[in-house]
C-alpha cells in the first residue's frame, strides 16, 4: 500500500514559509522518514527559530488549500495531511496533535476544543468543552472560612480541572468528516514525541516566567534541569510518554483514554494534589464520550456577509455581534453608514490605525456587550437564555436601545440591558482572568473549511501533569478549565450567577472560532480565530472589521493594533497607538491603559479570482502554509 504521508523532502514546500525573511531557519540534522507502527511514514520539517515578540510576516496566496496554526511544526503537519488526501478535520486533528507537544501551555489533550467544519452545503458545530466533575458544586472554590480562593490558587490546584473533551470530540468529528485512517492523523505527533523538537523561544520564555509549573515533578523532570532552569531554546525535548499514550489513542480510539489506566493517572494526579485536590473521577471521564457533541451554530447576518460562530457556552459570538450590532447603529445614527474601503477615505481607519472616533464607539459598545455577557450568559444545557433565545440579545432592536446608551463621552461601566423575561434572575459575574488556548483555521482542497479553537484554559492549564499511567518520562497537561466558572456563586445581592459552577456544566468561554459567509450568495468567504482569553472577542472582531469593513487582507486586519475593553478600563496595544488618539480618548473620559495584547489570530480568506489567503499573527509563532 502506498503510505500516504511519504512526501519527497524539498525545502521548495517552506518557500513560502520563510519568505521576506520572516524567519531563520535553525541548524539542524536532514529532515527524517520514521515509520510509525500505523505503517505511515512522516517527514521531520526543518524547524524554524522564531524570535518572541512583534514580527512581521507578509500573508500567504495559495492556490489549492491552506493551513493555518499557531507553531510552524503544527502547521506543517496539517500541510503533509492535505497534501496526503486529508479532509480539513483530519488535518485540524494532526494540527492538534502536535500541538499537544510543541505548544503544550495552550491547548492539548488534557483540554477542549470549539470545532466549525463546513462541508460545502451545511455548518457542524461539535462543542468539545470540558465540564464539572459530578462531585464538584457551586462552592467548590469556596474556602472553610466561606471566601473564595485566590485566582491563582484556584487555578495551579486539583479543583481546577474539568472532564477533559478534546480527543472525544475530535474523534465524532472525524467519523463525520474525515478521510484518512484515524491513527495516520497521529503519526506526526507521535514522531515528533519520540524522535524531540527544538524548544522555540516562546516556550522557553514561558517556561521561565511560570511560578507554579515546577512544583509539579512531571513537568520538573521533562521541562527544566537541576538547577530548574528551563531548557535553552534548541535543546531537542523528547515527551516519550505522551507519544506513548498518543499511540495507545490512535490504535484503541478515544476509549484508550476515557478507560482504563490513563483515566486512572488523571484521577490520581488530580486527587492526590498536595495542597487543594479536586473531585474529578475516572467515572466522569468515562461518562464524557456518551453525550451528544452537535450543536447549532449562530449565524447572523452582518452588512454583506453572514457571520456564524458558536452558541453558549461561548459567548464569543454573541459579544462580537453585539458590538458590530451597535456600531452599525452609531454609524447609521452620524449620518455615515458602513464604508466598503476605509482605505478609500470611508470612517475608522486613519493612518493604518483605527481613528479615535471609532475607538470610542467600538469600546462603549464593548463595554455593553461585556455587561450583558457577565449577566446572561452560561451554558445553554443549564442556563434560560432571555426571552427564550441567545439571539435576543442579537434582536436589531435592542441592539438599537443599547446604542442610544452611548454618548460623546465614555460611559465608564455598563450595566446589563433587558432583552427579554428570563425563569431565572441571575446576578453579575466579576471580572476574572482567562488565559491560554490556541486557534487553527483550514480550508482544503474540495473546499471544506474548519475554525477550531482549543485550549487547556490558562499558560499550563492546572499546572499537572499526567503520564497516562505509562511511568516514562513526560505527558501531557491537564486543564483548569473549571476557574472559567465564577469563583463565587452568587452575587453581592445574593443571585446566583449563570456561570457557577454545577456538576456536568461546561464553563462559559470567550472562544470564537468563526466562518464568514457572503450574504446573497451562501458562498464560503473566511475561516478566523484567536488565543487570548476573554480579548479574543476583541481579537476577532477586529480582524472582522478589518476584512470585511476596511477591506483589508487577512495579514492586515491580524497585523492591526488590538485594543480591548471588559467593562472597566481600555487597555490598547502598546507601542502601536499614536499618543494624539490617545489623549483624544482620555479627553472623552476613557479610562486608558496600554500593555501587550498578544493575539494569535489564523485566519484564511478567499481570493476573488479563486485561491486562499492566509495571514498569521507576528505576535506569535505560527505561520499558513498550502500549495
Keep these: 500500500m502506498p503510505n500516504p504521508f511519504f512526501l519527497p523532502f524539498s525545502l ?27 505503517g505511515v511514514g512522516y517527514e521531520v520539517p526543518v524547524q524554524p527559530e522564531i524570535a518572541t ?10 492556490s489549492e488549500f491552506a493551513v493555518a496554526a499557531a507553531n510552524p511544526l503544527a502547521t506543517d503537519a496539517g500541510y503533509q495531511v492535505l497534501v496526503a488526501g486529508g479532509t480539513a478535520v483530519d488535518a485540524a486533528i494532526a494540527v492538534q496533535m502536535v ?30 468543552r470540558e465540564v464539572a466533575p459530578a462531585g464538584a458544586d457551586e462552592n467548590l472554590f469556596i474556602r472553610a472560612d466561606g471566601s473564595p480562593y485566590p485566582f491563582s490558587e484556584a487555578r495551579a490546584s486539583g479543583l481546577s480541572v474539568g472532564v477533559p473533551g478534546l480527543l472525544a470530540m475530535l474523534e465524532v468529528a472525524h467519523a463525520a468528516h474525515g478521510r484518512l485512517p484515524w491513527a495516520d492523523l497521529f503519526t506526526p505527533a507521535i514522531t515528533l514525541a519520540e524522535q524531540g523538537f527544538s524548544l522555540s523561544p516562546r516556550l522557553n520564555l514561558i517556561l ?6 515546577r512544583r509539579d515533578p512531571i513537568a520538573r523532570a521533562l521541562y527544566y534541569d537541576e538547577d530548574l532552569n528551563p531548557h535553552p531554546v534548541g535543546y531537542n ?11 495507545q489513542v490512535a490504535d484503541e480510539g478515544v476509549q484508550a483514554f476515557y478507560h482504563g489506566a490513563i483515566a486512572e493517572d488523571i484521577e490520581a494526579r488530580v486527587q492526590g494534589h498536595p495542597e487543594r485536590p479536586g473531585t474529578l473521577r475516572a467515572s466522569d471521564l468515562a461518562a464524557y464520550p456518551e453525550q451528544d457533541f452537535g450543536r447549532d451554530a449562530i449565524c447572523t447576518p452582518w452588512r454583506d456577509w453572514t457571520l456564524c460562530g458558536f452558541p453558549p457556552p461561548s459567548s464569543g ?32 481607519l486613519e493612518d493604518g490605525i483605527p481613528s479615535a472616533e471609532w475607538l470610542h464607539r467600538y469600546l462603549e459598545a464593548a463595554k455593553l456587550a461585556f455587561a450583558d455577557r457577565a449577566r446572561f450568559v452560561g451554558d445553554g444545557l443549564f442556563v434560560d437564555p432571555p426571552a ?69 484554559e490558562s499558560g499550563f492549564g492546572a499546572r499537572i501533569m499526567s503520564d497516562g499511567g505509562t511511568g ?71 480582524a472582522l472589521v478589518g476584512m470585511l469593513a476596511w477591506d483589508l487582507n487577512a495579514q492586515e486586519a491580524i497585523n492591526l493594533p488590538n485594543f480591548t475593553n471588559s467593562n472597566g478600563p481600555s487597555t490598547l496595544e502598546a507601542g502601536r497607538f499614536p499618543d494624539a488618539v490617545i489623549e483624544a480618548l482620555r479627553a472623552r473620559g476613557h479610562e486608558i491603559r496600554e500593555g501587550d495584547l498578544t493575539s494569535g489570530l489564523q485566519g484564511i480568506q478567499v481570493l476573488p479570482g479563486g485561491g486562499f489567503f492566509g495571514g498569521a499573527d507576528p505576535r506569535r509563532e505560527g505561520v499558513v502554509m498550502g500549495r
Design 12 to 38: 521548495s514546500r517552506f518557500g513560502a514559509l520563510f519568505a521576506a525573511g520572516t524567519v531563520a531557519l535553525a541548524a539542524c540534522a536532514p529532515a527524517e522518514t520514521a515509520d510509525r507502527s500505523t
Design 53 to 62: 515578540g512583534y514580527q512581521e510576516k507578509p500573508g500567504w496566496t495559495t
Design 99 to 128: 500541538l499537544t507537544l510543541v505548544e503544550p501551555q495552550s491547548s492539548g489533550i488534557g483540554g477542549g476544543a470549539f470545532l466549525m467544519n463546513w462541508d460545502g452545503s451545511e455548518i457542524a458545530a461539535y462543542d468539545g
Design 208 to 213: 521561565e516566567e511560570d511560578t507554579d509549573l
Design 237 to 247: 525535548l523528547r515527551n516519550p510518554a505522551l507519544a506513548a499514550v498518543l499511540r
Design 317 to 348: 459570538h454573541l459579544a462580537v455581534m453585539q458590538m458590530l450590532g451597535i456600531l452599525d447603529h452609531l454609524e447609521a445614527a452620524a449620518g455615515e453608514g458602513p464604508g466598503p474601503d476605509a482605505r478609500a477615505g470611508a470612517p475608522g
Design 388 to 456: 427564550r433565545s441567545w439571539e435576543s440579545l442579537l434582536d436589531p432592536d435592542y441592539l438599537a436601545s443599547r446604542a442610544e446608551l452611548v454618548g460623546s463621552r465614555s460611559m465608564g461601566t455598563a450595566r446589563a440591558g433587558n432583552p427579554g423575561a428570563l425563569s431565572t434572575a441571575f446576578g453579575l459575574q466579576p471580572t476574572q482572568p482567562e488565559a491560554g488556548t490556541s486557534h487553527i483555521s483550514i480550508v482544503d482542497a474540495d473546499g471544506n473549511a474548519v475554525s477550531m479553537t482549543t485550549t487547556i
Design 472 to 542: 516514562l518520562p513526560g505527558g501531557f497537561h491537564l486543564n483548569n478549565e473549571l476557574t472559567d466558572f465564577s469563583l463565587t456563586p452568587r452575587d453581592a445581592d445574593g443571585l446566583p450567577l449563570a456561570n457557577r459552577v454545577e456538576a456536568g456544566k461546561r464553563p462559559r468561554s470567550s472562544m470564537t472560532p468563526t466562518l464568514v459567509f457572503d450574504r446573497e450568495t451562501g458562498a464560503f468567504v473566511a475561516t478566523v480565530g484567536s488565543p487570548g482569553g476573554a480579548a479574543i472577542i476583541h481579537y476577532v472582531a477586529k
